[in-house]
């Protein structure tokens, strides 16, 4: 009977998460970084497969460079959310092809220092994200509102992974030193499964909020912003949400909001943040959310015809953001409100 390896069956379901994202349709262009991400996921695994399974050693000299890209793909895959980008694409490429170099002169030249580098560069680039995201999720200035919460979480979780990682290659190198390379491989085999299946599923519920095509990134403010310059930013932006519905707006995100208001983009996040003490995405599905709650009053139309009027992709951000505001579901508004009027987003907000 064959043996089939763990981490075969690891690659498959990752190549079977690859196919089902890439297969959603959309209008916004794909983050690629992210398809990639999964992608290298996945032949990770088949030569972590090879390697431990099957005492295929020749791997080894590939493997390592492999696991030097993944960081960079996920950082990339952050960088289309937060921020458009004027350098052109081969000073990219090579920015960040050169972990991958280092690793692969490394494993020709000196081996030994091959763990430290991967360690390295796990640690550096998780940092890099993280520092990315210093503003929470209204750093996700390019991802719609529906899902920039989730996507925020995601990406957390996978630069915590790839932490993990560094600390699991650490642990590796340490069993090998101390002569236990048979428990090395178990090491990999049981992170191989976690580790590679939680970047994967990472990338790819990130990958749902996409970047709308034509996106220019909007000035920022450079001067201090005080408490006239915060109520006026309220007033501006709050005309736009019920003057001119823009929630509506389903690929709406922070670069968006900022080039129709006139105002810089931190302006508006660090306005809304201060007075409300919630992020642009909270603010701006709570119009959506009371709208929804009058629209399952007053109209027959289904839950799903209602999340897509307001201005939310997908049930599980409309059903989460609804649970938050209301602590209860569509449809259990809808029994309980009949004959009731919606209230507003603020009374949403404080019950």
């Known amino acids: 009977m064959p043996f089939v390896p763990l981490p075969f069956v690891v690659a498959l379901l990752l190549f079977i998460l690859l196919w089902v994202v890439a297969r959603r349709e959309d209008e916004a262009a794909p983050n690629l970084p992210f398809l990639g991400l999964i992608l290298l996921a996945a032949l990770q695994s088949v030569l972590t497969g090879l390697r431990w399974g099957y005492g295929i050693s020749a791997v ?33 490429l090579a920015l960040h092809a ?58 957390i979780a996978a630069a915590v992974t790839l932490c993990l990682s560094g600390m699991v290659d650490m642990l590796v190198s340490f069993e090998v030193a101390s002569g236990h390379s048979d428990r090395a491989a178990t090491v990999i085999g049981i992170a191989n499964l976690f580790i590679l299946v939680l970047v994967g599923v990472a990338a790819a519920a990130a990958s749902q909020s996409h970047v709308p095509l034509n996106a220019p990134e909007p000035a920022e403010a450079s001067s201090p912003i005080d408490t006239g310059e915060d109520a006026d930013t309220l007033r501006r932006v709050e005309g736009l949400m019920q003057e001119k519905k823009l929630y509506r707006d389903a690929n709406l995100n922070l670069n968006r909001l900022a080039r129709r208001a006139g105002i810089p983009a931190r302006q508006i996040s660090a306005a809304i943040n201060r007075a409300t ?41 409309f059903n989460r953001e609804f649970r938050r505001m209301t602590d209860m579901t569509p449809l259990a508004w809808r029994d309980r409100n009949a004959q009731g009027t919606s209230p507003s987003p603020a009374t949403l907000a404080s019950s």
């Not at 590939?62 to 000073?91: C, E, F, H, Q």
């Not at 890099?128 to 979480?153: E, H, K, N, T």
């Open 60 to 92: 080894g000299y590939i493997a390592p460079v492999s696991a030097a890209i993944m960081p960079s793909l996920l950082y990339a895959g952050v960088s289309k959310l937060v921020r458009t980008n004027d350098r052109r694409w081969p000073a990219l």
């Open 98 to 155: 050169t972990p991958a170099a280092i690793v692969f002169v490394l494993v020709i030249v000196w081996r030994d220092a091959v763990d430290a580098a991967l360690v390295s560069i796990d640690f550096i680039y998780a940092a890099a994200i993280l520092w990315l995201l210093r503003s929470g999720a209204d750093g996700l200035r390019l991802a719609p509102f529906d899902g920039a919460v989730p996507a925020y979480r995601a990406i």
């Open 277 to 317: 003490a919630r992020n642009v995405s909270q603010y701006v599905n709570e119009y959506r959310i009371a709208e929804a709650c009058r629209l399952l009053t007053d109209t027959d139309q289904s839950v799903t015809e209602i999340m897509l009027a307001v201005g939310f992709q997908t049930k599980s951000n």
